[in-house]
């Protein structure tokens, strides 16, 4: 009977720890309206707001700087290549 009740606190213990040390990470950060992604803050920006027109133009503004920054990489890839 003692060793059933001894490795069940065990147990519990074991637990506790595993949570208590994930905390820190899960605690880390700003506050959820503050900290956003930038596919988050268009949405929030488009549907939460209404302002779709201001969100559009985020949007477009980000698809031309990843297609400029690729545009550039993949014309450095193909420079080493010859």
């Given at each position: 009977m003692l060793v059933l009740w001894a490795s069940s606190v065990s147990r519990e213990c074991d637990e506790e720890e595993r949570t208590t040390?994930?905390?820190p990470t899960q605690d880390a950060g700003g506050f959820a309206n503050e900290t956003h992604l930038l596919g988050t803050?268009?949405?929030?920006?488009?549907?939460g707001s209404g302002?779709?027109?201001m969100s559009s133009?985020?949007?477009i503004l980000m698809?031309?700087?990843?297609v400029i920054i690729s545009?550039?990489?993949v014309r450095s890839l193909?420079?080493?290549?010859s």
């Open positions: 040390a994930r905390r803050y268009i949405y929030t920006l488009g549907t302002d779709f027109g133009a985020v949007s698809l031309v700087l990843t545009w550039y990489y193909m420079k080493e290549e």
